[in-house]
């Protein structure tokens, strides 16, 4: 009985111990196969030690691969706390040259932790001042490579390309929407340690940083120069209230030039306001917008046949009655009788409220709505408004002859450029867009592209047409002339808005603009300026915008190389318009011949000689009576 007992416990015991060598072996299974991942992070995390380097941002180009957005290479200072042996000394120099406060430092260089970074009076270090930490050789204190964004043009399309944080990280414009795209992965420098942080003898390993991802435009940028370079004179000339401006090509959508005033450094954007470098222009503000609005209600009434230009006539005596309201024309006693098409050329209000009425209200309002006005237009830029168009149900009389002439509805720069694109481009409606494509860093090639996209047939390519032969016309013979350029058929429309206030229509203070486009008769690209409240001048779309506009349309006949056109219309001229002359060939003639030959310019000389060895511009160039021609003499 005794040994039976025995046996039962001896039994019991291999039981216990054959069940604790099980869950042994099961605890080193799970250890070795299930948990090794995880338990070997924090093994490492022990020994091994990583010194981050920052990958570039991808970079932004223009459409011929100038580039927008660059990178500068700087140094940001980090520390590993356990590596420093006398830490008030390494916080009193690092304070000192950083221009510190030394607690601050103090608390840094103490840190319970592997590795610290010091943020913000640490990052992005110039050189001079990474030189001199550099060259104290202090044990733990490092320096490592970070990228900085450069923005090589300054204030150049500084709303649309957005600006970055103090870590890289895209907080506006293209830099925001495209931060996942243009930030890249960060590389390291790994090196073994001991339990106490102190650094091993042992091989060091570099693990590349991979850049991110580098993004094309359609931006021209020498059309982008110009079209900047114009507004900081209408802000140095007429100091208005604000001004933008969009360039566009017609026929696909595509932008090729944008900016507004005022504008901001996107290198320094702590200088100014949220509402300064949020308020994209172009895409964000809604206004009235006069007059050239009227290339919708021309379009609509021509789709439907309810005009011909050439035959139909209209008498205007300077205002039309609708139910209890007179709506008068800009120009006091009206413009008398007329055919449609001077109608256009006038920009005559009672005209286009007469065509309105013929259209009727469901009538104008598809075309608004085909034309895509009073929803946004799709751009891929973020902080776009959508205007505000009446609702049909509370559509009177009134407010459909009010709409017929650009008053009474909101609208956005972006979609007047491309519902009137839409116009004149043959009647396709496209969807605006600025990114190009998207580019693998290290050989530019492209990973995805952008394509036009159709959005709908909005008038017929021989209504189309009728427009844009009314819009040459406009420049050639109406309130466009002062955008008028000899040999490139130019047409377009000229605006001037009244702004609100309080419900209230403001006097004196107006957004005049200008849309203009080239060839005529073959669009490539369309211009659209907009000045708010234009100070010391008489505000009329026409003297102030046209200009404008001409002189960026001359920056696009360059930078696209567009050719001159035959057939197209002559200049009407009147009392107060400046002529156009062909430049003579002066070169090789004394000067006494030479400045009668250039009696209609102003003669600027180079030298003291008594022949003109070169001349500027050369000949054959038209250019206004009383501009510059400039001659290098022989002397």
């Not at 990280?169 to 795209?181: A, H, K, R, T, V």
């Not at 209209?314 to 109608?343: M, P």
């Not at 203070?509 to 849309?515: A, D, G, R």
């Not at 026409?542 to 001159?564: F, M, S, W």
């Amino acid at each position: 009985m005794f040994f039976k007992k025995i046996h039962k416990r001896i039994k019991i015991v291999l039981l216990i111990i054959i069940i604790i060598f099980i869950l042994i072996i099961g605890k080193v299974f799970y250890i070795q196969v299930i948990d090794y991942k995880k338990l070997n992070k924090y093994a490492s995390s022990l020994w091994n030690r990583n010194l981050p380097i920052e990958a570039n941002r991808g970079k932004i180009y223009d459409r011929n691969g100038v580039v927008l957005a660059d990178n500068l290479t700087t140094t940001s200072l980090v520390l590993i706390p356990n590596q420093i042996k006398n830490k008030e000394e390494t916080a009193k120099k690092l304070s000192e040259i950083l221009k510190s406060d030394y607690k601050d430092m103090l608390k840094h260089v103490n840190k319970k932790t592997s590795i610290e970074r010091v943020h913000p009076e640490g990052r992005r270090l110039s050189y001079e001042i990474a030189d001199k930490i550099s060259n104290l050789k202090l044990n733990g204190v490092y320096l490592v490579k970070e990228s900085k964004r450069y923005y090589p043009f300054d204030t150049y399309l500084s709303h649309t390309l957005g600006f970055v944080g103090i870590d890289n990280q895209g907080l506006s414009g293209l830099e925001l929407m495209y931060n996942d795209y243009l930030t890249g992965s960060y590389g390291a420098i790994k090196y073994t340690s001991d339990a106490k942080g102190n650094k091993l003898q042992l091989s060091e390993s570099y693990e590349k940083p991979q850049d991110g991802v580098n993004i094309t435009l359609t931006i021209n940028n020498d059309i982008q120069t110009v079209l900047e370079r114009e507004l900081d004179n209408v802000v140095s000339k007429y100091s208005p209230n604000q001004a933008l401006g969009i360039v566009m090509n017609p026929k696909n959508g595509e932008i090729l030039a944008m900016a507004s005033r005022p504008n901001f450094k996107p290198s320094n954007y702590q200088d100014y306001s949220i509402e300064q470098i949020n308020r994209n222009l172009p895409i964000w503000m809604t206004y009235e917008p006069g007059s050239t609005f009227k290339i919708i209600t021309l379009s609509a009434a021509l789709e439907e046949n309810l005009v011909d230009l050439n035959k139909d006539e209209y008498t205007d005596t300077g205002s039309i009655k609708v139910e209890n309201a007179r709506l008068k024309c800009w120009k006091h006693g009206g413009h008398g009788h007329q055919t449609f098409l001077e109608v256009v050329e006038n920009s005559c209000n009672p005209g286009f409220v007469v065509l309105g009425q013929r259209l009727g209200k469901d009538k104008l309002f598809k075309y608004l709505d085909k034309f895509g006005f009073g929803k946004k237009t799709g751009i891929d830029l973020n902080g776009e408004g959508s205007g505000i168009i009446f609702n049909l149900n509370k559509v009177g009389p009134v407010e459909l002859a009010t709409t017929a002439f650009g008053q009474g509805v909101s609208v956005t720069p972006i979609q007047q450029i491309t519902a009137v694109s839409a116009a004149i481009n043959g009647g396709t409606l496209y969807k605006p867009y600025i990114v190009k494509s998207l580019n693998e860093p290290e050989t530019n090639t492209v990973i995805k592209e952008n394509k036009p996209t159709v959005v709908r047939k909005v008038i017929s390519s021989s209504t189309s047409n009728k427009v844009r032969n009314a819009l040459e016309s406009v420049v050639s013979n109406g309130t466009g002339r002062p955008a008028y350029i000899k040999d490139y058929r130019v047409g377009g429309k000229t605006g001037t808005a009244q702004k609100v206030k309080d419900g209230v229509y403001m006097v004196g203070n107006y957004i005049v603009s200008f849309i203009g486009f080239l060839p005529a008769d073959d669009p490539e690209v369309v211009v659209y300026v907009a000045i708010d409240n234009a100070k010391g001048v008489t505000q009329y779309g026409g003297t102030v915008a046209a200009p404008v506009a001409k002189t960026i349309l001359q920056g696009c006949i360059d930078a696209l190389n567009i050719e001159k056109r035959q057939g197209g219309m002559d200049k009407e001229y009147n009392y107060y318009d400046k002529k156009s002359y062909v430049v003579p060939n002066v070169v090789g003639m004394d000067v006494y011949e030479a400045n009668k030959l250039l009696k209609n310019f102003k003669v600027e000389y180079t030298n003291t000689g008594k022949k003109v060895k070169h001349q500027s511009p050369s000949s054959g160039e038209y250019l206004e009576e009383g501009s510059v021609v400039r001659l290098l003499l022989d002397g």
